[in-house]
């Protein structure tokens, strides 16, 4: 993954930057689905360590369907404490979307948006592979996304990461 990468395509940029809610953008193109891949305590990656300062923490996995087809694959992380404290409904979200969450309160605030190019056979790609083929099983397989954004929101001090990846098709749409 490389942080802070530019992509040239507009659409592509507009996806990485866009503010507010994703599940209400992807909702202009179709009827939206959360299908829970993983919810469990674990050891964070890296950049994760790295923005909520411990080591072990919850994390969610999700992916997000337009029609039934895989648009985005997303991971929130936050420490044990977070969870047990302000980011307590998390653990109970289900398949509601996590925006549910992040843009509901007024006193949650979002550090800028960050774009990553996810590489060919690196450790994310690695990670989502499995769960993202196994979406569609029966279908053509939809092309691994390429490109993500990640953003730390905060919510009475304590922070929550999320990570969203985008398939190929989907930054391709225009949404106004």
Known sequence: MRND?????????????????????????????????RQSSQLLWKAEQDDLQC?????????????????????????????????????????????????????????????????????IECHLRNAWFGLSPGKPAIPLPRWARSSVFRHQGQPLRVMEAFAPWIVAMQVH
């Open 5 to 37: 990468s530019r992509p040239s395509h507009p659409t592509v940029r507009a996806w990485l930057h866009a503010d507010g809610s994703l599940t209400a953008r992807l909702r202009m193109l179709g009827t939206v689905e959360v299908v829970v891949l």
């Open 55 to 123: 080591c072990n923490g919850h994390v969610r996995e999700v992916a997000l369907l337009v029609n039934g087809i895989p648009a985005v694959w997303a991971r929130s992380a936050a420490s044990h404490r977070a969870v047990q404290g302000p980011w307590k409904a998390l653990s109970d979200l289900g398949s509601r979307p996590l925006a549910e969450l992040l843009f509901q309160g007024r006193h949650i605030l979002r550090d800028p948006l960050r774009s990553h190019h996810l590489l060919r056979h690196g450790l």
